[in-house]
Structures are given as structure tokens and as C-alpha cells.
């Protein structure tokens, strides 16, 4: 961080010299070192083709999932110029509350979220997806998808095998809205 001469600057923590008093306490050594290690694995991912098996489970995953009515992907992956991550997908289930759906997975052993991963277990609908123009309604029936970079194509089978049932369970169950399925 660069200051300007003379530019008052307040410590967040108090108590120590360091950094001409702008900042108390030693620093966390251990976590440096864990993070240089993180970011040299991240990095050698890169090359390893771990992306490139990601995004083509995530692929499978997603083409799947959308044979199922009233489906669909949040964001886009026509356009070149959309990057999304490799492992990640958001796709809402309309006719469906997502947290119903997440307690469906959940019990057949499937971890998926109805938010971002910063905001899980908030009760409102994800602000992101509401920036992306849906309405509260389907930012509702979102559930997000993230593969681990353990993931193996059994993995995406075995949730391919449970979505259906699970989704086709809980539609039963919901009161039928008009325009909410097709």
C-alpha cells in the first residue's frame, strides 16, 4: 500500500508499532506460507487439464439437468466473451422452492447450495441473481452446482440419477402457479 506523506491513516488494529503503527501484531507466518502453497497448487492446475475435465463435467452436468422441463442456466455460455468458472453452475427449477430442493439433494447424499457460497443460509433470494434480471420467484428456485476438483464423471452420474425423482417429487407437492412451468 502506498500513503502519501502527511495523509492521516487510521489503524484497524491497535496496539504494536509495526508499519509505522498503522498495523499491531506479527504477521501470521503460517497463513503466508499457506497461501504462497495454494496459489502455486491453483496454478498448476491450470496446466494439468484439470479445468478443461471440470468444464466438461459441468457440461454433462448442465445438459442433463436442462432435459428437464422447466429448467434453465443463469448467465450464459453461448458467448465467447462470458467466462464462467469451470466447476460452477446456477440453474433454476421453475415450480420449485430451491431450498426444498437443496434438503432433497441433501438426503441422497448431493451438496448444492440456493445461494453463493459467501451467502449461504440467508433466507432471501441471491442479489446477483436478481442483478441478472430474475425475478424473486426463480432467483428462489436457483440452486448452484460446484464440482470439486475431485469430482469424476460417477460423481455427476449419481447426481443425474437423483435429480429427476427429486425434482418431480417436490413439483407434485407445490401449489401449480400460472406461466411458472415451460
Known amino acids: 500500500m502506498f500513503v502519501r506523506r502527511g495523509t492521516p491513516v487510521e489503524?484497524?488494529?491497535?496496539?504494536?508499532?509495526?508499519?509505522?503503527?498503522?498495523?499491531?501484531?506479527?504477521?501470521?507466518?503460517?497463513?503466508?506460507?499457506?497461501?504462497?502453497?495454494?496459489?502455486e497448487l491453483a496454478i498448476?492446475?491450470?496446466?494439468?487439464?484439470?479445468?478443461?475435465?471440470?468444464?466438461?463435467?459441468?457440461?454433462?452436468?448442465?445438459?442433463?439437468?436442462?432435459?428437464?422441463?422447466?429448467?434453465?442456466?443463469?448467465?450464459?455460455?453461448?458467448?465467447?466473451?462470458?467466462?464462467?468458472?469451470?466447476?460452477?453452475?446456477n440453474i433454476w427449477f421453475d415450480q420449485l422452492e430451491g431450498e426444498a430442493l437443496v434438503i432433497a439433494l441433501d438426503l441422497k447424499g448431493v451438496a448444492v447450495s440456493g445461494g453463493s457460497a459467501c451467502h449461504s443460509g440467508a433466507t432471501e433470494p441471491s442479489h446477483v441473481?436478481?442483478?441478472?434480471?430474475?425475478?424473486?420467484?426463480?432467483?428462489?428456485?436457483?440452486?448452484?452446482f460446484s464440482l470439486l476438483k475431485t469430482a469424476t464423471e460417477a460423481d455427476v452420474d449419481y447426481v443425474l440419477g437423483v435429480m429427476p425423482e427429486a425434482v418431480e417429487r417436490l413439483r407434485k407437492l407445490a401449489p401449480v402457479e400460472a406461466g411458472t412451468l415451460g
Open 11 to 39: 489503524s484497524l488494529l491497535v496496539g504494536g508499532s509495526h508499519e509505522r503503527r498503522r498495523r499491531a501484531g506479527t504477521e501470521n507466518v503460517a497463513g503466508i506460507v499457506g497461501l504462497a502453497k495454494a496459489a
Open 44 to 89: 498448476h492446475s491450470l496446466d494439468d487439464g484439470t479445468i478443461d475435465r471440470l468444464g466438461g463435467l459441468r457440461h454433462k452436468l448442465e445438459t442433463e439437468i436442462l432435459k428437464i422441463a422447466g429448467t434453465g442456466v443463469n448467465g450464459s455460455d453461448e458467448s465467447k466473451y462470458v467466462p464462467r468458472a469451470a466447476n460452477t453452475t
Open 129 to 144: 441473481l436478481m442483478a441478472m434480471g430474475l425475478d424473486k420467484a426463480r432467483a428462489r428456485a436457483s440452486l448452484r
